[in-house]
């Protein structure tokens, strides 16, 4: 089984067990539905968790899971990522690169992925050189030319000045 990060619960709403989640899937409408099981990895143990009811909310998803019933027990799972299986058909999720290591076209290792940054154009990759140093590479097909799930490599284009 592959799971793939869906969400981010980032806060309680209300005092009766609802959690105001962060979407990070383009299905929201058939993620997030009544009776799915999802996971949180909760003190390094996937805990599964089944929603008992959904609203859409602004930017938001407002969950009611089954084993929260109090603000007390939201605060628990405040800051954990929601997990669900990938689909088969289901794109690249940036997440799912991080620490990929990251080759040039001529199989020199660069570095590895740490994190990505959210911009108006798109995404962009952050590396981390052997040597410690800091690189960003956009997420395009330009510099991306391969990305390899099996090994977690990604082969990226390299010009002038980027390291």
């Known amino acids: 089984m592959e799971l793939v990060i869906i969400g981010t619960i980032v806060n309680h709403h209300g005092l009766k067990g609802e959690v105001r989640v962060i979407v990070h899937t383009d299905y929201p409408e058939e993620r997030f539905k009544k009776g799915k099981t999802?996971?949180?990895?909760?003190?390094?143990?996937?805990?599964?968790?089944?929603?008992?009811?959904?609203?859409?909310?602004?930017?938001?998803?407002?969950?009611?899971?089954?084993?929260?019933?109090?603000?007390?027990?939201?605060?628990?799972?405040?800051?954990?990522?929601?997990?669900?299986?990938?689909?088969?058909?289901?794109?690249?999720?940036?997440?799912?690169?991080?620490?990929?290591?990251?080759?040039?076209?001529?199989?020199?290792?660069?570095?590895s992925v740490v994190d990505y940054l959210e911009v108006p154009q798109g995404y962009i990759l952050e590396l981390k050189t052997k040597e410690g140093q800091k690189v960003l590479v956009p997420y395009v097909d330009e510099f991306i030319k391969e990305i390899d799930f099996e090994n977690q490599e990604i082969i990226i284009h390299l010009i002038e000045g980027m390291l």
């Open 38 to 111: 999802f996971y949180v990895l909760k003190e390094n143990e996937y805990e599964k968790i089944v929603i008992d009811s959904v609203r859409f909310h602004k930017n938001f998803v407002l969950l009611k899971f089954n084993n929260i019933n109090d603000i007390n027990k939201c605060l628990e799972y405040k800051g954990l990522d929601i997990y669900s299986e990938r689909f088969e058909d289901e794109k690249v999720y940036i997440t799912d690169l991080i620490d990929f290591d990251a080759y040039d076209e001529e199989d020199n290792l660069i570095g």
